[in-house]
């Protein structure tokens, strides 16, 4: 079993930045995948970013150039940090391990950021 604990997220006026930070712990392996994922109201959930152990990120066209994904394989952390967040980057935002050897993913509990003025 994996745990992931997710802290950030929150309410910000556009344009502005929030940080989602995921510690995961359980069975992990070096090779696994981490990474965000995000889920509006009555849309299904869809990436945002993942980033592999040796730093190659993946982004969804719509975050591209606004949101980094960073990976701390020593703490087995993964950090999202959004930049000039729009009203559409509102969400439920969910930290993501994919355990390649099983194929299981494991998900966070999740956390709301909301873009409003």
């Known amino acids: 079993q994996v745990q992931l604990v997710e802290t950030g997220g929150g309410l910000v006026q556009p344009g502005g930045s929030l940080s989602l930070s995921c510690v995961a712990s359980g069975r992990i392996f070096n090779m696994d995948l981490m990474g965000w994922y995000r889920q509006a109201p009555g849309k299904q959930r869809e990436l945002v970013a993942r980033v592999t152990t040796t730093g190659v990120t993946v982004y969804a066209d719509s975050v591209k150039g606004r949101f980094t994904i960073s990976r701390d394989n020593a703490k087995n952390t993964v950090s999202l940090q959004m930049n000039s967040l729009r009203p559409e980057d509102t969400a439920i935002y969910y930290c993501?391990?994919?355990?390649?050897?099983?194929?299981?993913?494991?998900w966070g509990q999740g956390t709301q950021v909301t873009v409003s003025s």
């Open positions: 993501n391990r994919h355990v390649v050897l099983s194929n299981t993913h494991y």
